[in-house]
């Protein structure tokens, strides 16, 4: 699988953080989950993983650019964005 780590974090590092919720992109064709930023309180790591599993593309957003998957992880749901 090709990793493209978009974030001064080792992959390590993004896989031992906490874990706010999963969201499905069918869009992009990812499955992501959204992390607790270690340093950044308003900020998640999006980790996210194509569906035939050959890419990995992690980045550092802002949490108002993922408010609906926050909001139906905090409701025990998955939000699927097609």
Known sequence: MKT???TN???KEVDSLECLGTTV???RGRNIRLL???NKPDYV???GITFDNTMRVI???P???WTTSLEYAEAGKVY???
């Open 4 to 6: 493209y780590n978009n």
């Open 9 to 11: 974090l080792s992959e």
């Open 25 to 27: 992109n069918e869009w």
């Open 36 to 38: 607790q930023h270690p």
């Open 45 to 47: 790591i999006s980790d």
């Open 59 to 61: 980045a550092e957003e």
């Open 63 to 65: 949490k108002s650019a």
């Open 80 to 82: 699927v964005s097609r």
